[in-house]
């Protein structure tokens, strides 16, 4: 067990890491994602709209047309055009349901307060944990439990009874898999962690499979690929900010950040979010970029990289000169002296399997 | 054949003036999955404490030192084709490299089995 955002968090269990990340692939992995921040946001007015209105003035996405039951990916974003946090928002008919990194929990719920409060209620769901089930085989173990879900489409969202306990599930998760996330009153985790892992297909993944699974997935971890420092659209994120947000858009703007954001819509961004292929051996976070194997001024900088234990290979993600930031650009990354060559790449490393 | 350690988790199998080095049990299980393994060139010299070899695995890289100093004389490729071999037999086929020693007092320096067990633990 490691520390993690304040949690107790297993980096690997029986299988390894290696082995954790190809059951996932291969049939479906269970994994605890209960610190993670679970927020209700509920207009005061009683209209869900004024609650998806109210947070449209955080987030550069359209959540006014988020319809009931479904879910969408967004991020907040700071007075500079940077990211400050990424999450997801589901629409529960009544409320809105936030999902928010561990580690910006007191950071994002004081940000909601200070900011929405006139409109809306914020409650952290500190009695709730949080169980993603992930993998082609997901739907068949969960549907053991709860037969509805498996008429869910990806990103679809509702609240189902579990043994009378209220659960909200979103047919969604950061794997690249088909899979769904269940929040579930936290006296009941362990039961229900247990009656999934009934399944014979179905294992306990630690943090280390995660983070390698959404990795060659292509998607962003808070804090390394997303930071204050990124903007939405050198981040590659642009599909996630809908026309009614843009520039002609219905609600154009009115977030931290519209105007470098609106432009950079327009006119592009100088460095871009690009996927990366080391030759040989994998390159870490923080690992500089380079133009040729002997210039002494970095370009752009890795901020994820691992081995890929689907895709076969080291793969990295990391921020380079929109210039050069084309599929096939060949750079080279310094680890400790050593150039290792580096082939731009497109995302994500091993296709998305997910139920559309 | 003798077999010493080093307190950064390597092995030392001696036979004269010859040593085979690999990672211990401890190591490779620290480690997790090794997915990397780069070896020295035959024929370098290298110095006691220099860094030999670098194995790599899911969560991060790791330095080899050579517990010796001395030539590489023999380099177990297969490692670097299959870093797995590194897991599964690391006191085994999983061997790394091989050096002809040049200073046979730097054995007394390293640890018998019963002082590697104490910081393996």
Redesign the interface.
Known sequence: MEPFAGCAMP??YAL????E?RHTRAAAGLFDVSHMGQIILRARSGENRDAALALESLVPVDVVSLRQGRQRYAFFTTPSGGISDDLMIANLNTCLYLVVNAARIASDVAYLRERLSAHCTVEVLTDRALLAIQGPSACAALSALVPMVAAMRFMDADVFSIDGASCFITRSGYTGEDGFEISVPAAMAATIVERLLDHASVKLIGL?ARD?LRLESGLCLYGHDLTADTTPVEAALEWAIQPARRVGGARVGGFPGSEVILSQLSHGAERKRVGLRPD???V?EGAALFADATSSAPLGQITSG??A?SAQC?VAMGYVPASVAHIGTRLFAD?RGQRIPVTLSGMPFVPHRYHR | MEIRYTAEHEWVAIDGNRATVGITDYAQRAL??L??V?LPTVGSAISRGAVAA?V??????SDIYSPLTGRIIEVNAATASDPSLVNTEPMGAGWLFKIECSDLSELSQLLDESAYRQIAQ
């Open positions: 980096i690997q390894g890491i290696l082995g990340h280390g390698s040989a051996r994998p870490r691992t081995y234990p080291p680890i | 997790g999955d997915v990397f780069q670098v790599e695995s899911v969560k991060a890289a």
